[in-house]
């Protein structure tokens, strides 16, 4: 479990910028990936394996593994916003998005669960209801949840406890 922070990409290897993997310092690998990205700017919980077929059963698109986003809005979101993002919406591509849910925090943040991964989705889907993303950070995969106990750039071991409970939800 690593803690993305912004600036850093989610790459093996990049001759330009920082990847995820050059925050791991400990026991140098050759075989280890991210599932999934995250984009340059967008922190939060990202998992990284050198075990292929759980990051292919965790990625695919018909096992709707969840993952949620803290989005900070640059305006307050309503009750219609919230509506059409839970629903599915346009963002440009061939298909509507599928159904997610959505919830406002106290402080106006809205966390949001999708299942699916298109590129640049979250923002997309904010842009769909007239808005604009100013912070994005994914707080869970699945049943995981971004260890809180970490901070930017660091990252821990994985408990064989989490293994079993991902390994399930990449099998449903």
């Given at each position: 479990?690593?803690?993305?922070?912004?600036?850093?990409?989610?790459?093996?290897?990049?001759?330009?910028?920082?990847?995820?993997?050059?925050l791991i310092t400990d026991k140098k690998r050759n075989d280890l990936f991210p599932v999934g990205r995250l984009d340059k700017d967008t922190e939060g919980l990202l998992l990284i394996t050198n075990d292929g077929d759980l990051?292919?059963?965790?990625?695919?698109?018909?096992?709707?593994?969840?993952?949620?986003?803290?989005v900070r809005p640059e305006k307050p979101l309503s009750a219609e916003d919230i509506h059409r993002?839970?629903?599915?919406?346009d963002i440009g591509d061939e298909k509507p998005t599928a159904p997610s849910k959505a919830r406002l925090t106290e402080n106006g943040d809205l966390l949001l669960t999708i299942h699916e991964g298109r590129f640049h989705q979250v923002k997309r889907m904010l842009q769909a209801v007239d808005n604009q993303v100013l912070t994005l950070?994914?707080?869970?995969f699945g049943p995981l949840s971004l260890d809180l106990s970490l901070q930017r750039g660091e990252y821990r071991a994985l408990?064989?406890?989490?293994i079993e409970v991902l390994s399930a939800a990449g099998k449903k």
């Open positions: 479990m690593l803690y993305k922070p912004a600036g850093v990409i989610s790459a093996t290897k990049d001759d330009r910028d920082k990847t995820v993997l050059d990051a292919h059963r965790l990625l695919a698109p018909k096992k709707h593994v969840d993952k949620t986003y803290r993002l839970e629903n599915g919406l950070e994914r707080v869970s408990t064989e406890e989490e």
